[in-house]
């Protein structure tokens, strides 16, 4: 069958984010939308002739369309191998170890992470490097600027290859191999943590339950926890991937991952309690009546996480985006090591794992990894949580009051207001930003303005630039206000307000969050003039 090259015409130049590009899955179905963009990234790569990819995707409606396109349009474009995951399936984090595993060139990741899937909803792609993690500033730019000139793309007319078939098919004269998704993760896992004593945990009588909110975790989890870790069957609720995460959010946090919470709060919780999103990159973490902030997950998982045989050596430092609480910073500053502070986006992780700077990284948002991959990984977290429950037989709770006794509480949350009018966010933004000079030492409502700036971030390893990542104010007493605008919503502007509250004192470490932070909450409403200029009068999210 031969190659065809098809004529079109540029579709309006389409920027990826941090985390590629995501859009309602009608936009992606638009005739040659899905075919342009993925043209724009074999040329933004520099051509894929000669070179072997790893392509699978979160199993979200249009997934498995959308990989055969892929393929004939690699094909075409002179790729020698496709590596795909059965029924084209792989989680994010396996996509990036197995890109690091075979030696690929790179990967195409199907997903729109956390937003819910399906016609009506979501979709998204992204490419990652050879080093398995997010393509770089430079790389996305690339891409962009074909998107907006591109006039054709090349793709071989051919049947449907086989997703469900283990083996090597072709497709012109490229092989593609399907291969099993989980297998080579489970070996990563098995090579980090110890699961014999997570086995002997299980064994003992230990009760989790694992939320895959019919998302794609669900047969990592399964084979993972239930088959090899020997938990009880039934520890994995909402296991089966579906098209539509059964009409759910796949967002682990409190709201979307109702269900877990609900028995992690109820009578006869279980012991753990873990969720993990569409692409298995995200993760929360539960005690029994405990949310534990992925900020305070990730200061926890520093201060033990030599209890697990891959870090028994200690870690070479961590890193966190900026509006992550700066709970990780005491414990890394207890343990002598390192703590970079990087704007929102696993990418930027990704420069500090490779120079060997880091071997910890975590965001607000729920996202903790390590130097294993170079993506965030969901159930890494939760089987490095199990790791250390194992070894230290302490239960979730009793684990935190003793980081916080030791290094202090950082109350936490953030607030999103979703789908603001564009121009409101961006009013609201720049006002804030043109006062931020003369703040400092101002007295908003009962706190007393320390420092306030926007945050700009030198990378240490290739000496890059990112501007305008977000506005910081912090108060005295160890307050802290953080502002930003999304660059992952898909409809309007999406204003994350993040608010912190340092609290040392023994007595006060078990206070209700809100009430903490309702002086900072006042001080931030003040500050930006948030409900006049957008009208909005409560945040859609609470996290
Ligand atoms: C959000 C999170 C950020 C995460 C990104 C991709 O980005 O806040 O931490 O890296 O999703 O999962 P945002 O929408 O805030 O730009
Ligand atoms: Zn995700």
């Given amino acids: 069958m031969p190659t065809q090259i098809v004529r079109t015409t540029p579709i309006e130049g389409q ?90 060139d790179g990967g195409l990741i199907l997903s729109a992470s956390h937003n819910p899937g ?41 049947d449907d290859i086989d997703l469900t078939e283990i083996g090597i098919q072709s497709v012109e004269s490229m092989e593609v191999e399907i291969v099993d998704p989980v297998a080579d993760y489970a070996t990563l896992m098995r090579s980090i943590v110890n699961f014999d004593k997570i086995h002997n945990l299980f064994a003992n009588g230990f009760t989790m339950c694992f939320d895959a909110m019919h998302a794609v975790t669900g047969p990592y989890a ?34 979307w991952a109702k269900q877990l919470m609900d028995k992690m709060y109820g009578t006869d919780a279980p012991d753990f309690g873990a969720a993990s999103d569409g692409d298995g990159d995200r993760n929360m973490i539960v005690g029994r009546g405990a949310y534990i902030t992925p900020s305070d997950s990730l200061a926890l998982l520093t201060a033990k996480a030599h209890l697990a045989p891959a870090y028994r050596g200690g870690l070479a430092g961590v890193a966190r985006s900026m509006p992550t609480s700066r709970a990780v910073d005491r414990v890394a500053d207890s343990l002598g090591i390192a703590c970079y502070e990087t704007p929102t986006g696993w990418k930027f992780f990704g420069n500090l794992l ?43 709770t ?14 936490y949350s953030r607030l999103d207001y979703e789908a603001v009018e564009s121009d409101k966010a961006t009013q609201m933004i720049n006002g804030l930003q ?83 932070l309702q002086p900072v909450r006042d001080a931030a409403l003040i500050l930006s003039d948030l409900v006049a200029i957008t009208g909005r009068t409560a945040p859609d999210v609470i996290t």
């Fill in 222 to 255: 399964h084979a993972i926890l239930e088959d090899m870790l020997g938990a009880a069957k039934g520890t994995v609720i909402n296991g089966i991937p579906s098209e539509d995460f059964g009409k759910g959010h796949p967002d682990p946090n409190p709201i």
């Fill in 118 to 158: 399906g016609p009506d909803a979501d979709f998204g792609l992204k490419y990652n490097g050879r080093n398995g993690g997010p393509a770089s500033e430079r790389i996305t730019d690339e891409i962009f600027q074909r998107t907006a000139t591109l006039d054709f793309f090349k793709i071989a007319a051919c």
């Fill in 434 to 516: 043109a006062k931020l000079g003369d703040l400092v030492g101002q007295k908003i409502g009962t706190l007393d303005i320390e420092t306030a700036d926007e945050f700009s971030y030198l990378d240490p390893v290739d000496g890059s630039t990112s501007a305008n990542q977000g506005l910081r104010i912090s108060f005295v007493g160890g307050a802290r206000v953080v502002f930003r605008l999304s660059g992952t919503g898909t409809q309007g502007a999406t204003i994350r307000i993040y608010l912190e509250q340092l609290e040392i004192n023994p007595n006060r470490l078990q206070q209700d969050v809100m009430s903490v």
């Fill in 15 to 104: 920027k990826p984010g941090t985390s590629g590009l995501r859009k309602q899955t009608a936009v992606f179905r638009r005739p040659h939308f899905l075919e342009n963009y993925v043209q724009a990234i074999f040329d933004g790569i520099g051509g894929i002739e000669g070179k072997t990819l790893i392509v699978g995707g979160d199993g979200r409606f249009y997934n498995d369309q959308a990989i055969q396109i892929i393929l004939r349009m690699a094909a075409a474009n002179g790729a020698t191998k496709c590596i795909v995951g059965q029924g084209g399936i792989l989680s994010t984090p396996a996509a990036s170890h197995l890109i690091r595993l075979r030696k690929a």
């Fill in 354 to 396: 490779d120079a060997g700077k880091v071997t910890l990284c975590g965001e607000e948002s729920a996202g903790t990894g390590s130097d294993h991959v170079r993506e965030k990984d969901g159930l890494w977290a939760v089987l490095l949580w199990l790791n250390i429950l194992a070894e230290t037989k302490m239960s979730v």
């Fill in 398 to 411: 009793d684990l935190m009051n003793d980081l916080w006794a030791t290094h202090g509480r950082c109350y």
